[in-house]
């Protein structure tokens, strides 16, 4: 019984080959990133000042909130699409630590929420949501960036 080599030609380079197939994605899935952060950013305004102008209102010193909440809120669907669509090319050590910093901004702000609900008494302040926001933003920013700091 003869074994036959495996074929040498069509093998070769195949590790390249998945590497530059990868950046091609990479560079493909920045591109229409950019462009649907574009158009998410762009075409709220837009429309808005096109209907002004088509419907004869007069000019606006600034946009209404409703439009500023809408773009902000596009933009932000554009960029948590795009992180859903570059999941898949992460590695497992990447979704360990973005499930890690994911996992900390939700324990705090779970956590905080009733401790903050509690303190407000107390503590004679307000609503301590928006600091218990930013509270749990920084915590998330700092499981990020301690990898990175330790080396």
Not at 17 to 31: P, T
Not at 98 to 119: D, E, K, M, R
Request: proline share 6%; net charge positive; no cysteine.
């Amino acid at each position: 019984m003869a074994m036959t080599p495996a074929p040498l030609a069509t093998d070769a380079g195949w590790g390249e080959a998945r590497v530059r197939d990868r950046r091609r994605r990479r560079a493909r899935r920045a591109g229409v990133v950019l462009v649907a952060a574009f158009v998410a950013m762009t075409a709220l305004p837009f429309l808005s000042g096109f209907a002004d102008g088509f419907l004869g209102r007069p000019h606006r010193a600034a946009a209404p909130l409703a439009e500023v909440l809408g773009t902000v809120l596009a933009f932000a669907a554009v960029s948590i699409g795009a992180d859903m669509w570059s999941w898949r090319e992460a590695d497992e050590v990447q979704r360990r630590h973005a499930l890690s910093v994911w996992a900390t901004i939700g324990l705090v702000g779970f956590v905080g929420h009733p401790l903050a609900q509690y303190l407000e008494g107390p503590l004679g302040r307000g609503a301590l949501a928006e600091p218990l926001w930013w509270a749990s933003l920084a915590a998330g920013m700092a499981v990020f960036a301690w990898p990175r700091i330790r080396g």
